[in-house]
């Protein structure tokens, strides 16, 4: 791997690539991009199961390399997922020929040890029965923590959420802020107002209640790629390779989250939480809007935040051609030097 190509699918010059969005992007984030120290043949992974109450849940890590017996802890980094797929296609998915597209790849070679799960009632996890919403995924969270502090030798984890993963994310960081390191939120929404996508979701909000799950076949998940109105953004390979891990699921998963989203924001008080915050929207996203999210960025207490945009994205930025730009982004608050006091 070349050092100009350091996440396999793209080369990153060394400059600014987010827009600061008329806040203060602290300095970690502007950074030079290092190498990552492993190639994907040196990346381990293992699959581990917790329990909440009678529902197993799978969890998937990945480093670089085993542990081994007495080794030195990596800083640990859980990665939430969203509504509609599952954590592996989420944060780990393979698009032959098209580059890298594991968020999980791209962390385990920058040092970290990796971790995600499949909250209840997506892909290899149980399900209660439940509507798998924001609260039962924070149990789900709580859950899987004792097993992650104990594989990874860390009693602080980082956290990264995408869209509901991101409001899952925070609303666990504000009920167990001993727990989390560094919390980055991408495609999150707080309120919602303005936003195309959230005002679709009010739309069907007596559909959402009147079952706890709901259809997600190809053409939904197609629909995540077009419906902020940037399929440009995306290769549509994607899509199709997304399709193909998620199929074996099923057509259905939980409705709780779209939900929530569309009746019970907000969910998270910024005033209560205490991490470190990386804020991380697309320019081009429908679920929410520059005003929503800095009216939570500008509540949020702790001085160690940033808020950015990244352009030429939209809401799934992860699957989009301009990932690059979330890999430089996260690795840059993930490993800022902790600031010194006066």
Same mark, same amino acid.
């Given at each position: 791997?070349? &050092?100009?190509?350091?996440?396999?699918?793209?080369?990153?010059?060394?400059?600014?690539?987010?827009?600061?969005?008329?806040?203060?992007?602290?300095?970690?984030?502007?950074?030079?991009?290092? /190498?990552?120290?492993?190639?994907?043949?040196?990346?381990?992974?293992?699959?581990?199961?917790?329990?909440?109450?009678?529902?197993?849940?799978?969890?998937? #890590?990945?480093?670089?390399? *085993?542990?081994?017996?007495?080794?030195? &802890?990596?800083?640990?980094?859980?990665?939430?997922?969203?509504?509609?797929?599952?954590?592996?296609?989420?944060?780990?998915?393979?698009?032959?020929?098209?580059?890298?597209?594991?968020?999980?790849?791209?962390? @385990?070679?920058?040092?970290?040890?990796?971790?995600?799960?499949?909250?209840?009632?997506?892909?290899?996890?149980?399900?209660?029965?439940?509507?798998?919403?924001?609260?039962?995924?924070?149990?789900?969270?709580?859950?899987?923590?004792?097993?992650?502090? @104990?594989?990874?030798?860390?009693?602080?984890?980082?956290?990264?959420? /995408?869209?509901?993963?991101?409001?899952?994310?925070?609303?666990? *960081?504000? @009920?167990?802020?001993?727990?989390?390191? %560094?919390?980055?939120?991408?495609?999150?929404?707080?309120?919602?107002?303005?936003?195309?996508?959230?005002?679709?979701?009010?739309?069907?909000?007596?559909?959402?209640?009147?079952?706890?799950?709901?259809? %997600?076949? *190809? &053409?939904?998940?197609?629909?995540?790629? /077009?419906?902020?109105?940037?399929?440009?953004?995306?290769?549509?390979?994607?899509?199709?390779?997304?399709?193909?891990?998620?199929?074996?699921?099923?057509?259905?998963?939980?409705?709780?989250?779209?939900?929530?989203?569309?009746?019970?924001?907000?969910?998270?008080?910024?005033?209560?939480?205490?991490?470190?915050?990386?804020?991380?929207? $697309?320019?081009?996203?429908?679920?929410?809007?520059?005003?929503?999210?800095?009216?939570?960025? #500008?509540?949020?207490?702790?001085?160690? %935040?940033?808020?950015?945009?990244?352009?030429?994205?939209?809401?799934?930025?992860?699957? $989009?051609?301009? #990932?690059?730009?979330?890999?430089?982004?996260?690795?840059?608050?993930?490993?800022?030097?902790?600031? /010194?006091? *006066?």
């Amino acid at each position: 791997m070349s &050092a100009k190509d350091p996440y396999n699918s793209h080369d990153v010059p060394r400059r600014t690539v987010l827009k600061g969005a008329g806040l203060s992007i602290g300095a970690g984030l502007l950074s030079s991009v290092v /190498t990552p120290a492993a190639a994907a043949e040196d990346i381990w992974s293992a699959e581990y199961w917790s329990k909440k109450g009678d529902v197993k849940l799978n969890l998937w #890590r990945k480093r670089a390399g *085993a542990p081994k017996a007495g080794g030195t &802890a990596l800083p640990t980094v859980f990665l939430v997922h969203g509504s509609s797929n599952s954590a592996r296609s989420s944060y780990d998915l393979s698009v032959p020929g098209k580059g890298e597209y594991s968020l999980m790849n791209v962390l @385990a070679r920058f040092g970290y040890d990796v971790w995600t799960m499949d909250h209840d009632g997506y892909g290899y996890s149980g399900s209660s029965g439940n509507n798998s919403d924001i609260a039962s995924g924070v149990e789900d969270l709580k859950s899987a923590m004792p097993v992650v502090m @104990a594989e990874s030798g860390q009693q602080k984890i980082h956290f990264y959420g /995408t869209s509901s993963g991101g409001i899952r994310a925070a609303a666990y *960081a504000q @009920a167990q802020p001993e727990r989390v390191g %560094r919390l980055i939120l991408s495609a999150f929404t707080y309120k919602g107002d303005g936003a195309a996508e959230i005002g679709r979701r009010r739309a069907r909000i007596d559909e959402l209640r009147a079952s706890p799950r709901r259809k %997600r076949d *190809a &053409a939904m998940i197609r629909s995540i790629f /077009t419906r902020d109105g940037y399929s440009a953004g995306y290769d549509p390979a994607v899509a199709e390779a997304i399709i193909a891990e998620e199929k074996k699921f099923g057509d259905q998963i939980p409705s709780g989250t779209y939900l929530d989203m569309a009746a019970n924001l907000p969910i998270v008080d910024p005033k209560k939480i205490q991490s470190p915050v990386l804020m991380l929207r $697309g320019e081009l996203d429908g679920n929410s809007t520059n005003d929503d999210l800095i009216d939570f960025y #500008r509540q949020l207490p702790n001085g160690d %935040r940033q808020f950015a945009i990244l352009p030429l994205t939209a809401h799934a930025v992860g699957y $989009g051609i301009n #990932r690059h730009l979330l890999y430089y982004a996260v690795h840059n608050f993930l490993a800022a030097p902790a600031p /010194t006091a *006066a």
